[in-house]
């Protein structure tokens, strides 16, 4: 079956860094294109960033341009979100997921504070 499970989240202060991981199995992970997305607290879903299927074309959300880079690593079935100069606002449960939303992981908690 498909699965997709996050990791890497934790408590980090302002301006530090973190790297997210998803697993993916249960499905031809190379030929999907995959996504972040992200909730805050009180918020709604929020989308960070999309890499297409062979990891030549990424896509970032304003607020996390210049600061997060996705990645993927097709032989290992992983995808990335490196993580940098993190703020409060970046604070949210992160999830992975194939483009078109078919599949979605549980979550990793990322809390920026000091």
């Known amino acids: 079956q498909v699965q997709l499970v996050e990791s890497g989240g934790g408590l980090v202060q302002p301006g530090g860094s973190l790297r997210l991981s998803c697993a993916a199995s249960?499905?031809?992970?190379?030929?999907?294109?995959m996504s972040w997305v992200r909730q805050g607290p009180g918020k709604g879903l929020e989308w960070v960033s999309d890499?297409?299927?062979?990891?030549?074309?990424?896509y970032y959300a304003d607020s996390v341009k210049g600061r997060f880079t996705i990645s993927r690593d097709n032989a290992k079935n992983t995808l990335y979100l490196q993580m940098n100069s993190l703020k409060p606002e970046d604070t949210a449960v992160y999830y992975c997921?194939?483009?078109?939303?078919?599949?979605w992981g549980q979550g990793t908690q990322v809390t920026v504070a000091s």
């Open positions: 890499i297409n299927s062979n990891g030549g074309s990424t």
């Open positions: 249960g499905f031809t992970f190379s030929t999907y294109d």
């Open positions: 997921a194939n483009r078109d939303r078919d599949y």
